[in-house]
C-alpha cells in the first residue's frame, strides 16, 4: 500500500474508533501520529495521564494503549485493509509502543471485521449482574480470543474465585489507608463539581453504578467517599463470575498483548450479549497481584480480572476528540 493511502479523513476515522478502548480510570493515554509520506501510524503512550500511585510501572498504561491498538485494527480490517503492527519500534523510546502499517484485503483477520461492530456498543458496566451462569461455549469463544493475541483468559474454579474476591477486598482495605492513592482516584472521577477536570475524561457520576447492598461482587466503588448524595443502592449477583487475562512474561511487550488480547475478548463478550467490568485494584499492589494467578495455572502473571455476566446496558463513557490525540506529520 501506497503512503498516500493514509489519507487524513481514513486516518482520522481509525483513531475515532481505536479510541473508545477501555483504560485505567478512563485516563486514555494514548498518542497517535500519522506519518503519511512513511506509510506508518505510531501509537505512543501519553506518561502524563499514568497512575503514579496505582501504576507506578505503567503496565495499565500499556494495557490501555495495547487496546485502543486492537480497535484499530479492528477500524481497519472493517474498511479491507490489513494492519501490520511492529511494537516497540525504538527501543530507546520507551513511549514509542507500536508502528502501523496499512496493507491490502489479503491477510485481513475476518474476526476483527465481525468484532468492529461491537466498538461503540462495548463500555464497562457497574451495574447488577443475573445470578444466570454463561453457557461454556461463550466461554470458551472468549478463550479463543484471548489465544489469538498470545494470552490465556482462565476461568476460575469456586476456591480461586473465592480466593480472588478476598484479595479485592484487601485491596479496598489497602486503598482505605492510602491517601495519596484515593486522591488519584478522585481527580479522575466527575460528579459534576466545578473544579474537577474536562468532562471528556475520567469517570462521570452514571457510570459509577449503584452502591452494593452486600459486597458481593468485584465493582470498584469509585464514590467511597459519597460524594453522589442520590445514588441507590442495590444488590448484586452473589456468584459473580470472573476471568483472569495473564501471559507467561511480564514486560511491556506482554503488557500490550495483554491490552489487545482484553480488547478482542470484550468486543467478543459484547457480541454474544454479555455485560463486563474490569477490576484491577488487587493487581495495583505488589504484595497481592502474585497470589492472583492459581499457583497451579501456566500464566504466569495477571493483568486484569473480569467480571462477566447478563446485565442492563448502560451508557459508555466520554471519549476525548480525535483532534486531541492524533497528529500528522
Known sequence: MSPTDLTRPLVTSLVKDAVTAPSMHNAQPWKFVCRAGAGIIELHGDPLRGMPHEDPDHRALHLGCGAALLGLRAAAAHRGRHAAVRLLPRPEDRWHFADVELHGPDDIDRDLVALHAALPLRHTSRFPFTEERIPSELTDALC???????????????????????????????????AAVRAEIAAWTRTGASDEGPGTEGIPSYAFGPRQYDVTSPVR???????????????FEKRPQIALLGTAEDGPEDWLKAGQAL????????????????????????????????PASTTGFVHMVLRLGYGPQGRATPRRPVSEVLTFD
Open 144 to 178: 479463543s480470543a484471548a489465544i489469538l493475541e498470545g494470552c490465556r483468559l482462565v476461568l476460575p474454579g469456586a476456591w480461586h474465585t473465592e480466593a480472588v474476591l478476598g484479595l479485592v477486598h484487601d485491596s479496598e482495605r489497602f486503598e482505605a489507608a492510602d
Open 221 to 235: 466503588d469509585f464514590d467511597s467517599s459519597r460524594r453522589v448524595t442520590a445514588r441507590v443502592s442495590a444488590p
Open 263 to 294: 480488547q478482542r475478548v470484550l468486543l467478543r463478550a459484547t457480541l454474544d450479549g454479555l455485560s463486563t467490568s474490569l477490576m484491577s485494584q488487587p493487581l495495583e499492589w505488589s504484595e497481592l497481584r502474585s497470589v492472583v494467578r492459581d
